[in-house]
């Protein structure tokens, strides 16, 4: 079974540039979450899609957004980039339900200039 | 403020021994606790889950244990193995809450000495 797949692994922009990052969540979870991964702050919840709605969303600017398609595949959008964005982004997938774990994919790292 | 904490950034174990992994957190309505274990370059891997129904759940080499009234649980891995030399995320759960949504402490990084 095919785990999470995050594309692309690696990325450089520079500030004030707009980023779209892709997952593709195992086969059979409809619930996609988002996380940012710095040194300072640890993993910190983005937002988390079940069935094409946002449920929840963390603390972060309305400069990051994201989708999920009917496939259940999730992007994510960074608009006006910020050098305190650089950061390990992470995705995590599960079935849906209460007490069940995530599963995450080995993320995106991204760099900016 | 930070709901999760893992006070100790590292952890040294001799290959063999027993690796004790501790996590505190403050909201009382988490209910499902999990751990995860981080390789450098690669996203966090499940280890171990435990409800809050329950106070100790096992699975292998590893063992969760939760105090509720404390509000602390704890990893056990027996024996240590120098590939289980990571970073240890400890993360909990508002399975209430309507969405799915990880609180996670900052991590301990396990070193195991061979």
């Known amino acids: 079974k095919a785990g999470v797949t995050q594309t692309p692994r690696y990325l450089i922009k520079t500030r004030g540039q707009q980023v779209t990052l892709s997952c593709s969540p195992i086969?059979?979870?409809?619930?996609v979450s988002w996380y940012q991964q710095t040194p300072g702050q640890g993993l910190q919840f983005l937002f988390e899609?079940?069935?094409?709605?946002?449920?929840n969303k963390g603390n972060f600017p309305g400069r990051f957004s994201g989708r999920q398609f009917s496939n259940s595949r999730s992007e994510m959008n960074v608009s006006t980039l910020e050098l305190g964005d650089s950061a390990l982004y992470l995705c995590a997938s599960s079935p849906g339900g209460s007490n069940q774990p995530q599963h995450f994919g080995d993320g995106t790292r991204l760099s900016i200039l | 403020d930070q709901q999760v904490k893992q006070n100790s950034p590292s952890l040294s174990v001799q290959e063999g021994r027993i690796s004790i992994l501790n996590c505190d957190y403050t909201?009382?309505?988490?209910?499902?606790f999990l751990w995860y274990k981080k390789y450098p370059a690669e996203g966090p891997t499940f280890l171990i889950s435990?409800?809050?129904?329950?106070d100790k759940n096992e699975d292998g080499r590893f063992t969760v244990f939760l105090n509720k009234s404390a509000k602390h649980l704890s990893l056990h891995i027996v024996p240590s193995q120098p590939g289980d030399s990571a970073v240890y995320f400890c993360a909990a759960f508002r399975s209430g809450a309507g969405s799915y949504q990880l609180t996670f402490g900052k991590g301990t990084k396990l070193s195991v000495i061979p």
């Open positions: 909201n009382s309505m988490f209910d499902y």
């Open positions: 435990i409800s809050s129904i329950k």
């Open positions: 086969s059979g979870h409809r619930s």
């Open positions: 899609y079940f069935s094409e709605t946002q449920r």
